[in-house]
């Protein structure tokens, strides 16, 4: 196999392309990845098991936000943990897991000649990094839910404040944004410009933090607008929902995270419409854009595909967004069907914006108010379409498809070709038994790749990474480091 620029220290964000269309034809999956969703990750320390019982390293929802951090070498961030058992509904039925980030070596292989797809992809976990700042958290006592302190143990041991996924653990007179909160739900990471740190959003907040790559520290907090808080808390999501006019949906926050090729600008979007604009019934979410260099924020309508009717419209969620350059982006609606959910996938699409010229949207609310400068949004790629023609039954496409990251060019056929990961969230639950699976299915944290030619996204740029470090973290990488031991 010739692997093409296999060390790319540029990086960049790419996305898929319409199934059958012939404007982007080319596009085609070229590889399936799998790791087991019932294995443990390398930190050690947190195996204890947590409130629900599961393992604190159960290794899982690694597609809740993925990242190229140069070479073969990429960071997953899981989400606030494994919720999905139930357990405790004060809490959401969430547990003192320590949030972390793991980083992968997602090397594409030439697959053997006349296979089903061009390339091979053995993913191999390397090294998990807990998340945590030298300044104290508030966590929640567990008074009400009778289940103790929301301060993991860890914390005594290593003299120092780790995050977590339990919805009490926040301060009950300070706006959901207050940065002490030790509640924290990651959903998308990227890597900065040096290499050194990566920036990850959260939906709790939300948040938009940076951590130290190698300790896991924070390092920075950015402030996101305050119309995108919440000032009535609550450990649970619904009761949130319902004591609040305005800000975030609860679990439903900055679901998606982008950097510009330049690392100069971040883009958050939100999974679903603020609760000023309609909330899980609004029809435009926002795209949040942040210049680091000033702290100057900016916001974008982003219009929603109705899957239901006019009569009785129903909107999915965003789950992703990578940037093509600086004013070009992609993004993912996706359902909540397929597998994990018992249903079939339908609706796992990415599309493409273009934000140069488009209105800021800080000033104004509501569909009405959003409508008239929402932006214009072209179809770029039918997920469940192309999986289907690659034999994937729609049952067994993952319900939360949830990742988008570019990966390092390959040759497919003799044409150099830019890469699209995607990845799954898959709740932390490693097998699903249900109606469509009766005998049980393996529910893996999977990886699909996509090429995509130049000519199917010609505005296209790579981010710009830090030569130096991502050789040093790629022998770090192999040297199988731990943070926690």
Not at 192 to 207: H, K, L, T, W
Not at 215 to 237: D, H, K, N
Not at 377 to 406: Q, Y
Request: glycine share 10%; charged share 20%; proline share 5%.
């Amino acid at each position: 196999m010739v692997l093409a620029r296999a060390c790319a220290l540029s990086f960049g964000f790419l996305a898929l392309t319409i199934a059958g269309s012939s404007a982007w034809a080319s596009v085609d999956l070229i590889a399936i990845g799998q790791l087991s969703g019932n294995a443990v990750d390398r930190s050690k320390a947190t195996a204890a098991p947590l409130e629900n019982g599961a393992p604190g390293n159960l290794l899982g929802g690694l597609g809740s936000g993925l990242a190229y951090a140069g070479c073969d070498t990429f960071l997953a961030v899981p989400d606030r943990g494994p919720n999905a058992i139930s357990y405790n509904k004060a809490i959401d039925d969430t547990a003192s897991y320590i949030n972390r980030f793991q980083t992968l070596i997602l090397r594409l292989q030439a697959g053997a000649k006349g296979g089903t797809l061009p390339y091979t992809l053995d993913p191999t976990l390397i090294d998990t990094t807990l998340l945590h700042t030298r300044e104290p958290l508030v966590y929640g006592d567990g008074a009400a839910a009778n289940v103790g302190n929301g301060a993991p143990a860890f914390n005594a041991k290593k003299h120092t404040h780790y995050f977590t996924g339990r919805s009490d653990n926040f301060a009950p007179t300070r706006p959901s944004t207050y940065p002490r909160d030790a509640r924290f739900d990651p959903e998308s990471i990227r890597v900065a410009r040096d290499g050194a740190s990566v920036f990850i959003s959260d939906e709790y907040g939300p948040y938009i933090y940076r951590f130290d790559r190698q300790s896991g520290e924070r390092i920075a907090a950015y402030a996101v607008p305050a119309s995108f808080a919440v000032t009535a808390l609550s450990p649970v999501g619904s009761d949130e929902i319902g004591a609040n006019a305005s800000g975030r949906v609860a679990n439903k926050g900055m679901e998606g995270l982008a950097i510009s090729p330049d690392g100069d600008a971040l883009f958050g979007a939100m999974q679903s419409p603020l609760l000023q604009d309609g909330g899980t019934n609004g029809a435009y979410t926002r795209i949040l854009r942040i210049d680091l260099r000033t702290g100057k924020s900016t916001q974008f309508a982003y219009p929603l595909t109705n899957m239901g009717t006019a009569d009785k419209p129903n909107y999915p969620t965003i789950s992703d967004i990578v940037a093509v350059n600086d004013h070009e982006l992609l993004l993912d609606e996706r359902d909540g069907k397929g597998l994990g959910d018992d249903s079939s996938a339908a609706v796992k699409r990415v599309y493409h914006v273009d934000i140069s010229g488009a209105q800021d949207v800080s000033q104004t609310s509501g569909a009405s108010g959003l409508a008239p400068f929402a932006l214009q949004k072209t179809l770029f790629l039918d997920v469940v379409k192309a999986l289907n023609a690659h034999g994937i039954a729609s049952t067994d496409i993952p319900a939360k498809l949830e990742s988008l990251a570019f990966g390092p060019d390959v040759r497919v056929g003799g044409a150099l070709k830019h890469t699209l990961f995607i990845a799954n969230d898959n709740d932390f639950v490693g097998t699903v038994t249900d109606t469509n699976h009766p005998d049980g299915i393996d529910n893996p944290n999977q990886f699909f790749v996509f090429a995509i030619d130049d000519a199917d996204l010609p505005g296209y740029v790579a981010q710009r990474l830090d030569d130096k470090a991502c050789r040093s973290r790629h022998d770090d990488d192999h040297g199988h480091r731990g943070h926690d031991d």
